[in-house]
């Protein structure tokens, strides 16, 4: 007779996002899960299979319900630098206020801990990376339609250089940063992009 699930997967899933994100997938174990999601080892091993492929699928819960949305917005606000940033305004926000102050990001914090290197979880980092930079480099390609950039610009070495931002302001928010510390360097090097006239 098959084995019957008396849990939603679903549910279980969004519990062990909130516990990598908020203590980090390094210090968890899986005792921790189990206490989080009141699920029994062999529950949890048969569902997701072993915590390097729970994680990898907690970060990509991650990126499709809290990334991908925002990023899709910036990608199609047509404002250029102001859509940009707005974007920097509210990473701070959200990283430094609320209800998930100084976690930082999820698949941000992936890049430094352990399980980087599972294939699966390799994925997951490079298909945020990937998703970030396309939308940084949507708003960049609108200011320079609008005349806002100075003359000469790399857009793609720009976007990139914008998504390792947002991952310093993920970072150091983590680490206890203050709003106005991150805003000043975001501001500076937003500054830096525009043209003698926009400043």
């Not at 399980?115 to 390609?141: F, K, Y």
Request: overall charge negative.
């Amino acid at each position: 007779m098959p084995d019957v699930k008396h849990f939603d997967p679903e549910v279980a899933l969004d519990q062990v996002v909130h516990l990598f994100w908020e203590r980090g997938a390094d210090t968890t174990g899986i005792a921790d899960v189990v206490e989080a999601t009141g699920l029994s080892r062999s529950s949890l091993y048969a569902t997701f299979g072993g915590k390097g492929q729970l994680y990898a699928a907690a970060l990509r819960r991650y990126l499709e319900r809290q990334s991908r949305p925002v990023f899709a917005d910036l990608a199609v606000d047509g404002r250029g630098l102001e859509a940009i940033t707005a974007f920097f305004e509210r990473l701070v926000a959200v990283r430094c206020t609320g209800e998930h102050a100084r976690w930082g990001c999820l698949v941000t914090n992936a890049h430094a801990a352990a399980g980087r290197d599972l294939p699966e979880v390799r994925r997951v980092l490079q298909a945020h990376h990937d998703a970030l930079r396309t939308a940084m480099r949507a708003s960049l390609a609108a200011a320079h339609e609008q005349g806002d950039l100075r003359p000469g610009l790399d857009l793609d070495a720009t976007a990139e250089t914008l998504v390792l931002l947002a991952f310093g302001v993920n970072l150091r928010s983590r680490a206890g940063a203050e709003a106005g510390e991150l805003l000043s360097g975001v501001r500076a090097a937003l500054d830096a992009l525009t043209t003698a006239e926009e400043r």
